[in-house]
């Protein structure tokens, strides 16, 4: 996959067939969109295109937008790189960009820079300036600059009945088993092991640190989490923690991976963790011994789940 981080940066000899959005999660509802895409141009001289954007427009167009991420830019590039597109543009998200007529757009854009054969979008999707142009004013421009749109249809996407918001909801609530299945992935959280306080060490359960860079990133509601991630190339489950560790009177938000049957140094190392199931929530203990009897019996939920899995 082909990767531009800005519109006027793309370039290609071929035709495109486009679609857009800031597809946050690439979840099953973008998937159908992606999917169609890349149909359109396999045995034709029309190369696949992706436009998103970053920051998302959230982000500089709402005052005080707090909202967070499903995926990091690079988690992002992973997952359509996965699907097979060819192009992806990242154009970068600012007040000048969102002051583009839906005229301009179209033609600076679209036509002139992208040269596209047709675009693939939903049907509520608006655009411009204000958000002012609908799916009725992207036809008349595809006549107007001579190229097609293709609608999914209300019908089509209501099938299906997911979006970025819901998912965002389920994470926060620690629904895991919703959020993966509208994701058709498991949630996954990537960062760099760090050290930590030794706490886990100390009672027999060493943890993996993990230090997410993107604040942007969405954490799910803290509490204990069955998890798993590939580590050199092997499989590995764990028990992770989203929390405070109250029980020791701890004040930031620390993310710690406690691997089960496995024993090496992570130390520096960029690892991605997958969030199977939502185990309990966050608990203060009154000691560290109760705290140990309490992992003792998250670990046994666990081993159950995974046994299960086999």
Known sequence: MKIFHSIKD????????LTLGTFDGVHIGHKKILERLIQQTVDTNYESLVLTFFPHPRMILQERSEIKLLNTISEKIDLLEQLGIQNLVIHPFDESFSRLTAEEFVKTVLVEQFKIQKI????????????????????????????EVEQISAQEINDISVSSTKIRNALNEGNMFLANKYLGYDYFLSGTVIKGKQLGKTIGFPTANLSIEEDYKLIPQKGVYIVSSTIDNQKV?????????PTVGGEELSIEIHFLNFDADLYDQNISVSILKHIRAEQKFDSLTLLKEQIEKDKTQTLEYIKALS
């Open 120 to 147: 693939i979008i939903g049907y509520d999707h608006r655009f411009g300036r204000n958000r002012t142009a609908d799916i009725n004013n992207l036809i008349e421009f595809g006549k107007k600059y001579d190229f």
């Open 237 to 245: 489950f764990g028990m992770m923690n989203i929390g405070h560790n």
């Open 10 to 17: 793309f370039s290609s000899p071929k035709k495109t067939i």
